[in-house]
């Protein structure tokens, strides 16, 4: 079976517990990096701190073989580090438009 492709870039998500604590952040930061994530920063409108219901690493890829094995690989990781994976997912992004934003002075 042929791989899905896309126009515009895969996107993946995979769901973890809340790392609340600094230490662990930073192995979280290191695991993400080794796969090519990133820990998506979750703050709290109201408040501006780091959301304590759940915490996310993100990747990209325009190909979909790449980012489902590099997900695989990192969902491994992290539970070999003691991360609690709740769920993934892979996106096929069909738009991507981004809108700046200007605050006004005066």
Known sequence: ???????????????IDPVLDDERRESLDLVASWHGFRVAELLMKKTGERSGIDDFLTARSIDYDDIEQ?????????????????????????????????????
């Open 70 to 106: 590099r997900t695989e690989k990192a969902i491994t990781s992290l539970k070999q580090n003691n991360f609690v994976v709740r769920r993934y997912k892979i996106e096929n992004t069909l738009v991507d438009v981004r809108f700046q934003v200007f605050e006004e002075s005066g």
């Open 1 to 15: 079976m042929a791989s899905p492709t896309t126009d515009h870039y895969f996107e993946a998500h995979i769901t």
